[in-house]
């Protein structure tokens, strides 16, 4: 069989495993005897030709990769840039594509030829680390910008005929700024991508770096006018960078000792401000309550608010402060001593402040803290003035305070915390109450009166993963000598996380409210987190009947609570308790919020809190509603694109509201949906201009069910999960390509070329076949996939457009995917109608300049869809290939705007059944007869199944001289082309295979 008809049976027949060993051996043996063992000279950096970028010049350019604003990569936009990437990559393969990886050991600095792990192909990196021990590298693609850790036997020298240019990829930073924390925030990060990611920019060369390879620049953004370095501190993300960097931090000791010295060394005779001590705190009391603005703040622990009824008395010492110094002549022999109170000019707005002195940072500058705002800075000694005491009269207005209820998720408050913490309570009127004191603060709740519905700052940190909870009791010393009970388990918890880093994610709607608050959860193939909240379910129903103790509920404590919609147990979080009534529990694995019954709450353990919250807060990034609320049409429409399917997001912002999203469903960029309808406007943007846009003609949608609601959304919506997918970006493999628009109403018999469901099958039509135009395309793509960079990253959804290399003849043709794994995919070529399958790294995605001439196969269904289920049973997937392989009878009912609506029947010598009715005949069996049913757990793949007519195997698809109605693609061909030493056999079994089938659905009339 293999020896003789190997070609026809190599899909059918299995390899004798000692005959593929021999067959690698021999080819093992030729590589190494053939292979060229010639070194070449070691290549650095520095042995690259410089480019011929100066300071100052302004260029064109697209940001390829960003880690940072302090580091990011470029490509200059010309002509010259893109022909020396080709040729440069073109001669990396003819040097490095056939001969034998052999553990090379690379130098830390060189330039290498190194294999790109997603793509198998070879490009120049320059080697960062060696670990010898481990056998890998840590590599930076110097023509790209992306970094890789990879084995030695992916590294091999730079070759002698490979030209010295320079990094195609320019490594920037931005100029003139620093982070205001130790590092880059990743929400600076991602808001950054957004703005520069797939945009022609404009760059100025600020400044040159490390032997001129590195550049200090600037971009304009020129959708809002700004700078970038500019836009960052808008933002609050960077600061203006001080050329005059700080002395090394040292220890406090030889802080304090050079400070005292720097005081003294100048002091002798002067004026040492002694008399000037700090005035008393403002005296609180346990269970006060005021309003207050935050003046400062470090962390939740470290926060300085004012009272707003002390306002008026504030502004009158500010006026008394101007007047006081106004009228004290400047003197040189003023020297305050640290700890005395003096006046100070504040460098933002020159305006005299109460100061106390904290140390001398040198002999002529001072740092002072100002006692009514808790803020500090470093001053000249002309900026500070003498302080009567009559202006210490006042206490001092500056109040520290710390956030009770909440603890930091790690050992210490996180940048991201105090950026979220600081857009909940600066420039906002709160209301304080004072609960207790820890280390000379006092420990307070913050209410922001001004939000609908008013917010607990501590519980919206809890809420959005930013801190977790802590009780109060656990902040107080107990009293001495009091007996102290055990203390209760410590309930800790996560929620679950979306990435920020930029890439695609697939969600499901578990509850969706409007465009500006839904409720999410992610979707995964291997059906993980339904089968967690399965066994959930079952462990809190046995937990909540054996423990009846009655339950105190308390604000921001999780729970678990009773639906009352199904009478089932889940995990809750209590937000609001009613005195003397109902407590408002949020599902943490759903989203909704109900009014539960005391008696219908208990408490939770440790154990079922192991799992993170499933449910995901988000808003849709990129559009405002038309009016101060959603309207009723803008949420249905939302409604019909989100819910029930699988949604494909991007994290865009993350602010109190949740993650803000980019949304694509089914192809479509949800926000310009809602747009392109008048369903909704862009942020900022007038009711007006919003109506004034040209929109796009609507696609009927089919209403919403009523379970699909709002007031009945229990659960994640029952969706139909497109298959096979893992977050796919459609805009890199697009789903909406165009197909063949069959004639309609003539009888015809089909060639099947790959079926994957009653509801999805492809036929071969080459009958119009524009073959000059498939010739430029397919010339096109090849130069297209040649100088391809890289790969998407994205794993693509079945059914979605690509360019595959075909194993034959390695050219690159326009395919379709049926069935994708987490290495490889099979296709079908569109153009030919066979089919194999590929590793990732011989697929790229399509432009959609290559989809306008239409495809080759036509996208089929079979008439009746509405009453398709979603999700199809083996068998009847089984009985439908093996019907359409032994030859049937179609013709066109409709074209739905996607697919071609057929109606089959078989042939009269197989009894001229109606395939239609068998098939529903065939679904209806499963569904009833238990016995015979195997269902088709949730997000379980369907495996698209490949044709198994008689066909011979198409060994390429054609050439691009060769019209595709020659091709050596056979499909329909009743004859193998070959003898076969088995096909009686085969053919005997598959009859037999069909009788089965036929007989154990019920349905269909027997051969």
Not at 277 to 304: K, W
Not at 403 to 427: D, F, I, Q
Not at 692 to 708: C, G, H, R
Not at 825 to 837: P, R, W
Request: glycine residues 6%.
């Amino acid at each position: 069989c293999q020896s003789e008809d190997w070609n026809a049976h190599r899909h059918m027949c299995k390899p004798r495993e000692h005959y593929f060993e021999i067959c690698n051996t021999v080819t093992w043996r030729l590589q190494v005897n053939n292979g060229d063992v010639t070194c070449s000279q070691r290549v650095y950096l520095r042995d690259l030709r410089k480019n011929d970028i100066t300071k100052g010049m302004e260029i064109q350019v697209s940001v390829v990769e960003l880690h940072s604003p302090g580091r990011f990569f470029i490509h200059v936009q010309s002509p010259e840039l893109v022909e020396a990437l080709r040729a440069i990559t073109v001669e990396l393969q003819k040097t490095n594509g056939g001969s034998l990886g052999t553990d090379y050991k690379p130098d830390t600095g060189e330039v290498c030829a190194v294999k790109y792990s997603l793509d198998q192909n070879w490009y120049r990196g320059v080697v960062q680390s060696v670990a010898a021990d481990d056998g890998n590298a840590k590599v930076l693609y110097i023509d790209f910008g992306n970094e890789e850790d990879v084995t030695l036997d992916r590294i091999k020298p730079l070759a002698a005929s490979i030209e010295p240019i320079p990094p195609c990829a320019l490594e920037c930073s931005v100029a003139g700024i620093t982070p205001v924390t130790d590092s880059w925030m990743g929400v600076c990060c991602m808001a950054v991508r957004q703005l520069v990611a797939g945009k022609s920019l404009t760059l100025t060369v600020v400044d040159t770096q490390e032997n001129d390879r590195t550049y200090a620049v600037d971009i304009l953004l020129t959708p809002i006018g700004k700078q970038l370095s500019t836009f960052l501190m808008d933002q609050g993300y960077a600061v203006r960078e001080d050329v005059n960097k700080k002395r090394a931090e040292q220890d406090v000791d030889s802080l304090v000792s050079a400070s005292l010295e720097n005081f003294r060394r100048q002091s002798g005779g002067k004026n040492e401000n002694m008399e000037a001590q700090p005035p008393d705190p403002l005296t609180q009391g346990l269970g006060d309550t005021f309003a207050a603005m935050v003046t400062h703040l470090q962390s939740p622990y470290d926060i300085i608010c004012q009272k707003l009824d002390n306002a008026s008395v504030i502004q009158e010492l500010h006026l008394k402060l101007r007047d006081h110094c106004s009228q004290t002549p400047a003197s040189q022999n003023f020297r305050p001593a640290p700890g005395t109170v003096c006046c100070s000019l504040f460098y933002e707005d020159n305006q005299w402040y109460r100061a106390k002195v904290l140390a001398y940072s040198s002999e002529e500058k001072v740092c002072v803290g100002y006692i009514d705002f808790g803020n500090s800075e470093e001053v000249e000694l002309s900026r500070l003035c003498s302080i009567s005491s009559e202006l210490l009269a006042l206490p001092m207005q500056a109040i520290p305070c710390a956030l009770a209820g909440v603890r930091p998720t790690a050992e210490v408050w996180s940048e991201e915390t105090v950026l979220m913490l600081r857009r909940m309570v600066c420039n906002r009127f709160l209301r304080v109450e004072i609960l207790g004191e820890r280390e000379g603060m006092a420990l307070v709740t913050m209410i922001d009166e001004a939000s609908d519905p008013q917010g607990n700052v501590a519980e919206m940190l809890v809420a959005t993963g930013y801190a977790l909870p802590s009780n109060h009791q656990d902040e107080e010393p107990t009293t001495k000598g009091q007996p102290t009970a055990p203390p209760p388990p410590q309930l800790l918890w996560t929620c679950a996380e979306l990435p920020t880093e930029g890439q695609m994610v697939a969600l499901v709607v578990s509850v969706m409210e409007n465009p500006g608050e839904f409720y999410c959860y992610k979707y995964n193939q291997e059906g993980t987190d339904l089968q967690v909240l399965a066994e959930l379910g079952a462990e809190l129903k046995r937990h909540c009947e054996a423990d009846i103790t009655p339950f105190t509920p308390s604000v921001g404590e999780p729970c678990c609570a009773l639906f009352s919609g199904d009478g089932a147990w889940y995990r809750g979080m209590v937000q609001g308790v009613w005195a003397g009534s109902k407590a408002r529990v949020y599902f943490v694995d759903y989203g909704n919020t109900s009014d539960v019954e005391p008696a219908h709450l208990r408490a939770i353990t440790p154990e079922l809190l192991k799992h993170h919250f499933l449910a995901i807060r988000c808003w849709l990034a990129g559009v405002e509603p038309l009016s101060p609320q959603w309207s009723a049409e803008s949420i249905v429409r939302f409604q019909a694109l989100c819910v029930g399917q699988q949604l494909h997001a991007r994290v865009l912002f993350i602010t109190e509201r949740g993650y803000g999203l980019q949304l694509d469903s089914s192809g479509q960029n949800v926000a310009t949906t809602l747009l392109s309808e008048q369903l909704a406007k862009a942020p900022g943007q007038s009711q007006a201009h919003a109506k004034s846009i040209p929109t796009v003609p609507k696609i009927p949608q089919q209403k919403p069910k009523n379970n699909q609601s709002k007031a009945s959304a229990r659960q994640p919506a029952k969706v139909s999960i497109p298959f096979g997918s893992d977050g796919t970006a459609s805009d890199k493999f697009p789903l909406d390509w165009r197909t063949v628009e069959l004639p309609r109403n003539e009888t015809f018999q089909p060639c099947i070329a790959a079926v994957v469901s009653p509801s999805l099958f492809y036929l071969f039509n080459p009958s119009h076949v524009y073959v000059e135009r498939l010739q430029s395309v397919m010339m096109d793509l090849a130069v297209y996939c040649t100088t391809k960079a890289l790969p998407s990253r994205c794993k693509p959804m079945p059914g979605a457009a690509c360019c595959a290399q075909f194993s034959g003849d390695k050219n690159w043709y326009r395919a379709v995917f049926l069935e994708t794994t987490e290495t490889e995919a099979s296709v079908i070529y569109a153009d030919y109608g066979n089919s194999e399958k590929l590793p990732f790294a011989s697929i790229l995605p399509i432009p959609t300049e290559f989809l306008e001439l239409p495809f080759q196969i036509a996208r089929c269904a079979l008439t009746g869809k509405e009453h398709f289920p979603s999700v199809w049973p083996v068998e009847v997937l089984e009985l439908f290939s093996a019907l359409l392989s032994d030859g049937v009878l179609a013709s066109v009912q409709d074209f739905d705007g996607n697919s071609n609506l057929l109606s089959v029947t078989l042939q009269i010598e197989r009894g001229g059944g109606h395939l239609n009715t068998m098939i529903l005949e065939g679904l209806q069996s499963t569904q009833t007869g238990s016995a015979k049913t195997r269902r088709q757990e949730p997000g379980q793949t369907k495996t698209p199944i490949i044709a198994t007519a008689p066909v011979t195997p198409a060994t390429a698809p054609v050439t691009l001289a060769t019209a595709p109605a020659t091709a050596p693609v056979t499909i329909c061909s009743p004859d193998y082309a070959s003898p076969c030493c088995c096909r009686h056999l085969v053919q005997k079994v598959k009859h037999i295979f069909l009788l089965l089938l036929l007989t154990y659905s019920g349905g269909g009339t027997r051969p």
